[in-house]
């Protein structure tokens, strides 16, 4: 920026050099154009996880409301054995499938999940006959996935909310939109910090300033809505790239590595080729039996495994999927406070072979545990699913304020320009080593995000060099101003 020379100013003399020019800021333009470029063409992908998140986070509710008659029955004083219940299952699916799991009903009123293997079920999937434990009614037959159990219409949201229901190629959306989502908050939170020390009026980016109109309203909507939600984006973030292609593994192998990995159960027995099998990880779905389980095995282990640290009504019972394995049951709630204990059980002696404690976790474990609950709004319940939804709206009205901004400062034609280019090349040598530093970590252990971030640099170089580039704006177009 140019200076106009008045009667106040005394030229230096003549002959003797000027004073070095001060270094223009140089990492709030950079942060500016980071965020303006990510919120622009990572914005939708944002998008459509906070709106899709938004519904998972109801489907509890809808779920109960929906699968009504399969979930509940009349509250009863007596209860049938399991064995009983899981006849009246395995008479409704004959030879179309093999039982792999038991849920015996949590409280009175609810039905037991008597869980098959079926055709054409996906990763993950059972088919679970729903029996009523007073009567051994069949209450109904349907598809769940996962640990969660969740019921078709939840399974729906959630396989949307995760991959749009495009298969693995489609899971590469929410990678983006979990790995992008907490560099556009911590760049955003920047230049929130680096605004406020020099705002006049500090409160108007704390809450939305009413006084003011068009642009500089939907900025203080957005700049005192994103401050307040930081903690949770950033939250929402870090537990969303858990369930990562390339990111998440990463960090699976990072816990490996650290020793803070989920314990295991272990189902292998002695060597004994007649005994019951087991699950072999307690994860996802058992493959058949090889050995037919024996309906009454299922009220002898759980008789066991509640002697040992199985207290909680929420329970699942798997039998043995190959010989030389044990019976494995395990505790399923995922409410506060947390219980998933385990047991591994011999069904021939009925001997405890390996158990698992939730107390005996690390602290990283059990954060994971922890993180991955609230993120699915189990973990505290209603509360925990009002705050994610309020949570992922807030994420939704960021974005469409963000797009809002920009429609607002827009050139008569063409693209709307972003902070100035060129900042990097002003940092000092420090500075340019440092962020290129971070951006190979990142790009290391954030795949996704490395390749889309080399994708950004490559466009915004052949914008800049483009010709024009780099003259004044016209006097219409209005920028951002770094910090």
Known sequence: MTATLTSHDTPPPAGRPSKTPTRKPWLGALLLRLHFY?????????????LSGTMYAATPQLEQA????????????????????????????GDEGSLVAVRPAPENGDTTRVMFTGAGLGES????????????????????????????LRTWVDQFHRSLHLGDA????????????????????????LRIRRARAKKDLLRPNSRVTGYRRIFSWHASTGIWLLVGALFLSATGITWSQFAGQNVSELRSA???????????????????????????????????ADPATFDAV?????????????????????????????EIQRSFPTEVDAVAIDGQT????????????????????????THMGSMFGLPNQIVLIAAALGIAAMVVWGYAMW???????????PAPAGALARAPWWGTAAVLAAAVLLGLFFPLLGVSLVVFIVIDGLLTLRPGASRARRPGDRSPRAG
Request: net charge negative.
């Open 66 to 93: 929906v699968y009504a008659h399969e979930l509940h029955v009349p509250a009863s004083a007596t209860t049938l054995p399991l064995a009983d219940q899981i006849e009246a299952a395995q008479a409704v699916v």
């Open 38 to 50: 990510a919120g622009i063409l990572v914005g939708p992908f944002i998008l459509v996880a906070a």
């Open 350 to 373: 009925l001997e405890v072979t390996d158990r698992v404690d939730f107390v005996e976790f690390g602290i990283v474990a059990k954060l994971a545990r922890w993180g991955i609950d």
């Open 258 to 292: 650290l020793g803070a990995a989920t314990p295991s159960i272990s189902t292998d027995l002695d060597d004994s080729a007649d005994a019951a099998a087991g699950l072999h990880d307690g994860h996802g779905v058992a493959e058949a039996s090889a050995v037919p």
């Open 407 to 417: 429609w607002k400062r827009r050139p008569t034609r063409g693209f709307a320009a």
């Open 125 to 152: 999937e059972t088919r679970a006959v729903f029996v009523d434990p007073a009567t051994a009614e069949v209450r109904g037959d349907q598809t769940v996935y996962g640990t969660s159990g969740a019921l078709p």
């Open 302 to 330: 759980l008789d066991v495994a509640q002697g040992v640290n199985v207290n909680t009504g929420l329970v699942e019972i798997k039998p043995p999927s190959a010989p030389g394995q044990a019976w494995l049951v395990q």
């Open 170 to 193: 489609g899971r590469l959306y929410s990678e983006l939109a979990a790995s992008w989502l907490g560099v556009v908050v911590i760049a955003g939170a920047a230049l929130w910090l």
